[in-house]
């Protein structure tokens, strides 16, 4: 007899759907009032965005296995936020030249990373937790304590505000589901993906095959950066204000968000979409544990216990598989 199972991404999203029904029966929720609900979802999927982006280069440096992770990128979100604040200063016409300097930064110090994961063979975890050391000095020598600038208001537009008076969709929203959709096509409709998923699942074996492990390797890492940097570009956008520790509240979920979406921690395994999934459903259980006036100590715990869980859940289905 065949075993039922659900792919990890739908999980996710069942369990996103119970946490929003669940949120809605609190002493604090929205109950029964439909339109107070709608408002609710838009603005838990609105926080989820920036989540979402941001862990979009934790699924492809998870996927490319080797233990591969990025501890670096909370501080490369500060970093490249205070940047864009800082250049951009209230002008509008600078907004596109401080996009492309925050993925430029966010590049070279995930090229970095990749070297000494690459090259000097230091394991992924030390690599990216020392560059985040480095990077958060670099951010305290370039500000000196005082940031002086402002988002320009066309970032407030496009970020956060919704698409149009009238109609309640968050602009970020839609920012989200194109670069959702260019991720899927990158994973899964490129030779770049199909390397990656490839060395994710065995280095030797990819190599044997054809597949350049090093620059992949050296690429994996430098757009994973990118992407952090990008997620720092619509986190100030959407914030308006920078502080020096602007990105680190992102660096736990990020990571989580990738298990919460069923990519294998091994590697080899897993999809944007599950990212996706994850960031809504780690953004509900944060917007639930509010409500219910939680202290910050027990979401850690939650936020953690919920993890662990479904990475339990997910790696059973896997052996069974097998």
Do not use: C
């Amino acid at each position: 007899m065949r075993k039922f199972s659900i792919s990890p991404p739908v999980a996710a999203l069942l369990l996103a759907v119970v946490l929003f029904i669940l949120s809605g029966l609190l002493p604090n929720g929205y109950g029964s009032d439909l339109k107070v609900a709608l408002a609710q979802a838009t603005n838990i999927l609105r926080l989820s965005v920036f989540l979402g982006v941001i862990a979009a280069g934790q699924t492809l440096v998870i996927i490319s296995g080797f233990e591969g992770i990025d501890l670096s990128a909370g501080s490369v979100v500060t970093l490249t936020a205070i940047l864009t604040y800082v250049y951009v200063s209230g002008n509008n016409d600078k907004v596109l030249v401080a996009l492309l300097i925050s993925l430029a930064v966010g590049a070279v110090i995930g090229f970095l990373n990749g070297v000494g994961v690459t090259f000097l063979k230091i394991s992924p975890f030390v690599m990216t937790l020392g560059m985040s050391g480095v990077v958060t000095g670099l951010i305290l020598v370039i500000n000196h304590g005082n940031v002086s600038g402002k988002v320009a208001p066309i970032m407030t537009r496009l970020i956060a505000r919704p698409v149009a008076p009238g109609i309640p969709i968050p602009s970020a929203l839609v920012i989200w589901l194109i670069f959702g959709l260019l991720m899927w096509l990158l994973l899964e409709r490129t030779t770049f993906g199909k390397n990656l998923f490839a060395i994710g699942t065995n280095r030797v074996t990819a190599k044997l095959s054809g597949v350049n492990v090093i620059g992949m390797n050296l690429a994996t890492y430098a757009l994973a950066g990118a992407l952090a940097g990008f997620g720092g570009f619509l986190v100030v956008g959407n914030t308006g204000v920078v502080f020096i520790a602007l990105g680190q509240p992102f660096l736990f979920p990020s990571i989580a968000a990738v298990a919460v979406g069923g990519t294998l921690l091994s590697g080899g395994k897993g999809s944007y979409w599950g990212t996706m999934a994850g960031a809504i459903v780690l953004t509900l259980i944060t917007s639930l544990l509010t409500t219910m006036q939680m202290p910050d100590s027990v979401r850690r715990m939650v936020l953690g216990a919920t993890l662990l869980i479904l990475i339990s859940i997910y790696g059973r289905q896997k052996t069974l598989r097998q």
